[in-house]
Every structure is written in C-alpha cells, then in structure tokens.
C-alpha cells in the first residue's frame, strides 16, 4: 500500500485537532455534512456506477437537493505484456451533476450525470516533485515526455477502449432509488439501501461511456459519535461491456466497493473528512497491475457551510495503492439542500 507521509500527516493533523477544537453549540456538534460526493477518476473506470459514500438519510418528501462535484486529475500508468498493454497517461477534468428528490414514504430518486475531458494537461512536472518530496515512486513517469495524452487499453493487439483527448462530452445517465429515513434516530444512526441503473447517454466510441445498460446495489449508513459522526458504504455493480470490448475479448468482473468516512466538526460552520474506499479490480482479462488490481481511493478535505443551505467543499484524492488509479486529484464541491 503506497501511504504517503502526506497521508499520514492529513490524517494525524485532523485527529490531533480533537484537543484544541473551538467549543461550539450542541446544534453546531449535530450538524452533518457527509463525505464529499468523489468518484474514482479513472477514465474507463468512470464508465461504470460508483454506489460510494453519502450520508444515511434520504431527502425529505418534496424536497429538491442538487449538488455539483469538480475535480481535476493527473494519473500515470502503463503497463505492456505481449500482445497486451495498457497506458492511462493524461489529465482529466470532471464534472458530477446530481439531483435528488424526495417522494416520500422514505424514498428519494436521485440522477446523476457527468462531463469528462481529457489532455495531456501541464501538471506532470509538479506531480514527479511532489512525490520526490514526499519519498514516493514516480511509477514511470521519469521515462516518459511530460505533458503528453495516451489513454487506451489493448488486449491481444485489439483495442477495447480508448478516450479521445481534447473532447468534452457527456457521460453515462444514472438513475438511483434509495430507500431509508430522511433523519437519524435518537442515537444518531440512520441508514438506507439504493438500487442504481445506468443508461448509456455517454460515447461508447469516444470513450465517455460503455453503450451498455449496467445497474446495481448499495448500502450506506451513519452513527454519530458526538461532534463527529462515521459513515460506512458496500455496493455491488453489474458492468455490460461495450462493443469494443467484447471485440477485444475483455470480460468484466462483478464490482464491489466497501467504504468509511469519519467527519469531525471543527466548527460551527466547517468540517473535515476523511475517507477511504475499496474497489475490486474491473478486470482479470489482461494480467497487467494497471488494470487487474484494486483501488483504495483516499480523500481527505473541508466541507463549508456559505448559507443554511448552501455548502462548498474542497479536498485532495489520490489512490493509495501504486497500481491502477490516479496519482493526484484536486477536488471542488457546491451543493444545496444536500
């Protein structure tokens, strides 16, 4: 596992922090914000549904909430076998649209839609120094130009995926159901159970999507610990593959993601979070680490109340294992009512 002295530093700055929070009011301590709305930024990936972390409660009966998540990614892997190779090397720009409503009776019928852009971007040099910093490996990137874009996936000299660089377009429609309480109990827990079906909105030839119809299962749950309050995420996701990767030959596993989160208040307006996620491999097809091994995506960042129901985020993500998933990712976050 790659856990950087970053990592270690972000999570010791914040348990620290327990001894010399500000006081704040008990409506202050209870306030929930949950874990920052992130998606593994993985390109082919991205393509799939991610039933991750959100907090245990549904939207209240008649009550819009909409959120918008931003992140800007550098990821460098690449991996050759044979006739088999793969290369995620570029820079990806994304935006996360989500809508949820509450129906009632304790259900909320979410949508979420994505804009993804990738290019060779200008980001490689600071990635290199920022792990010669922190005593990391460079996974590569030394023997390689800086600033360039190749994102593709090839198993038996055919081409099952590949992302069109300098293109904006829009990914895959997902619809979720989620069923559960639209408040914690008395002690502070709550949990609810969604199911999600995706509809290929996105290219499938560009890259933006699968073309497929995929759908699947989630858990998700809170339990408040005083000013702070953990929250726990399992899913299960069935992946149809796109034309092009049937042509390749390339199977698709059964996806599953566990997940935790602890949010401490800081204040009456701000808190941090922290959180970590498990994804299974995508595939076991082509026996390459840049695509047959796990993620464990890493966040850590602020979440900000600007209004009673507005609220900004910023955080930092990367993959903690030196395989398949991104090196560096910056994160932007405005949701209301959410």
Known sequence: MRLSHWNVLAVGLVSSACSVLPEISDEGARRVRGPLGTRMPEPLLMNFPQLGLRRGVVQPKGQLGLASVMSYSSIYEAGSSGADAVTMDGELAQATLRARYGLGGGFELETQAGLLHGGGGSLDRFVSEWHAFFGLPNGGRDDVDDDRFA????????????????????????????????????????????????????SDAEG?????????????????????????????????RSTSLRRAGIDLEERFCIGGAWELRLTESTSAVVQLEWLSPLTQTISLEEIDASYADFVVGLS???????????????????????????????????
């Open 304 to 338: 900000r109340d600007l209004g009673h129901d507005l609220r900004a985020s910023v955080g930092f993500q990367e993959d903690l294992l030196a395989a398949a998933g991104t090196d560096f990712s910056l994160i932007f976050g405005l949701g209301w009512r959410m």
């Open 151 to 202: 994102m593709n996936v090839i198993n038996d000299g055919v081409e099952g995926y590949a992302l069109q660089p300098n293109e904006l377009g829009w990914q895959d429609l997902a619809l979720t159901l989620a069923w559960g309480s639209d408040a914690p109990n008395s002690e502070g827990r709550a949990s609810l159970v969604r199911a999600t079906v995706e509809l290929p909105t996105g």
């Open 208 to 240: 933006f999507g699968n073309g497929e119809v995929d759908f699947g299962l989630g858990w998700n749950g809170e339990f408040a610990l005083g000013r702070s309050t953990m929250f726990a995420s399992a899913s299960w996701v069935h992946a149809a």
